[in-house]
T-cell receptor, first 113, second 115 residues
Framework: GQNIDQPTEMTATEGAIVQINCTYQ??????LFWYQQHAGEAPTFLSY????GLEEKGRFSSFLSRSKGYSYLLLKELQMKDSASYLC??????????????FGKGTKLSVIP | KAGVTQTPRYLIKTRGQQVTLSCSPI?????VSWYQQTPGQGLQFLFE???????NKGNFPGRFSGRQFSNSRSEMNVSTLELGDSALYLC??????????????FGEGSRLTVL
């Protein structure tokens, strides 16, 4: 099975930087995703890492260390609209050449003025 | 390009009843996955279909079933509903399981309340 851990809640100030960590244990690792979910809405794709290192996309960056089973999502220049849940998800081999995406329970980020 | 469409958006059922939820993926997407989302457990994988075949199944009882049609539309069914089945059921589609990122595109969900 898979075990994905991320903090339940975080609070940060508008304009600041926040880092949301995610640790995982899995076999057959095939990629790590971050999704954003605003309250009452569907999750939307933010980033994807399959190799070690940092992927930058505007104000958002995601880092992966496969040897440590560790990833983080970095949000810069926080805006009020960034208040949402951030879901870490790991894709792994599920057997017979197929893959399965498993989600962590999500980190609820509150951005305050 | 239309997104993933789920119907119905909201429904209320009583214990013991059964329910069928529908999902129309993005045009051209052949993979459809279903997830159950609850406040306590987060997003939990139910099953995934590709070209009308179930590829993977999560750890849910046999009361949860699904199918996919030749046009890639998918349905999931929950029989003998229990109070604990109250949740948001999310459908997600993707191009291929093994495409470059395989990112999922989610629908708005069907919110089921069991009384």
């Amino acid at each position: 099975g898979q075990n994905i851990d991320q903090p339940t809640e975080m609070t940060a100030t508008e304009g600041a930087i926040v880092q949301i960590n995610c640790t995982y244990q899995t076999s057959g690792f095939n990629g790590l995703f971050w999704y954003q979910q605003h309250a009452g809405e569907a999750p939307t794709f933010l980033s994807y890492n399959v190799l070690d290192g940092l992927e930058e996309k505007g104000r958002f960056s995601s880092f992966l260390s496969r040897s440590k089973g560790y990833s983080y999502l970095l949000l810069k220049e926080l805006q009020m609209k960034d208040s949402a849940s951030y879901l870490c998800a790991v894709r792994a081999l599920a057997g017979a050449g197929s893959y399965q995406l498993t989600f962590g329970k999500g980190t609820k980020l509150s951005v305050i003025p | 390009k239309a997104g993933v469409t789920q119907t119905p958006r909201y429904l209320i059922k009583t214990r013991g009843q059964q329910v069928t939820l529908s999902c129309s993926p993005i045009s051209g997407h052949r993979s459809v996955s279903w997830y159950q989302q609850t406040p306590g457990q987060g997003l939990q994988f139910l099953f995934e279909y590709f070209s009308e075949t179930q590829r993977n199944k999560g750890n849910f009882p046999g009361r949860f079933s699904g199918r996919q049609f030749s046009n890639s539309r998918s349905e999931m069914n929950v029989s003998t509903l229990e109070l604990g089945d109250s949740a948001l059921y999310l459908c997600a589609s993707s191009l291929e399981v093994t495409d470059l990122t395989g990112e999922l595109f989610f629908g708005e969900g069907s919110r089921l309340t069991v009384l």
